[in-house]
């Protein structure tokens, strides 16, 4: 099972996009991680979130691992540092706009465009007063 699991997150890196913009085949990765999550149970929150939205982006299963990504920032909820709010960004970006991709309502191009001025508008919602005497993480 391990194995398995390691093996599918190794995987789910480089899926998607080739350096020339030419689809990758991905059907057995899909399907590798979808059989997976089907079976996947980790007791601590963290690690189980952690490795859920990995699992759920190599199995192009977009909103499910968009909602992971929240769960997992949910668990850091007394934690204010930006690190906490900017964990996993780069992925809720990615699954963000790979959902309409998926579902055939409009180019990741500009879906990717919309997310992440939405993310990032969102990241630091300090007053400037605030980010004047911020000094460190």
Do not use: W
Not at 58 to 77: C, F, H, N, P
Not at 79 to 104: G, M, N, T
Not at 110 to 131: G, H, I, N, V, W
Request: glycine share 6%.
């Amino acid at each position: 099972m391990k194995t398995m699991l390691l093996v599918c997150l190794y995987l789910a890196g480089p899926v998607g996009y080739a350096a020339e913009q030419q689809q990758v085949p991905v059907g057995p990765i899909e399907k590798m991680a979808k059989d997976v999550i089907a079976v996947y149970r980790e007791p601590d929150g963290r690690a189980y979130y952690e490795n859920l939205f990995r699992l759920q982006l190599a199995a192009g299963a977009y909103e499910a691992a968009a909602k992971a990504i929240e769960s997992r920032r949910a668990l850091d909820a007394g934690d204010s540092s930006l690190v906490a709010k900017a964990r996993h960004v780069q992925y809720a970006i990615f699954a963000q706009a790979k959902a309409p991709e998926a579902a055939s309502k409009g180019s990741f191009e500009s879906a990717f465009e919309q997310a992440f001025r939405e993310t990032f508008a969102r990241l630091d919602q300090r007053s400037p007063e605030q980010r004047r005497t911020h000094t460190c993480c």
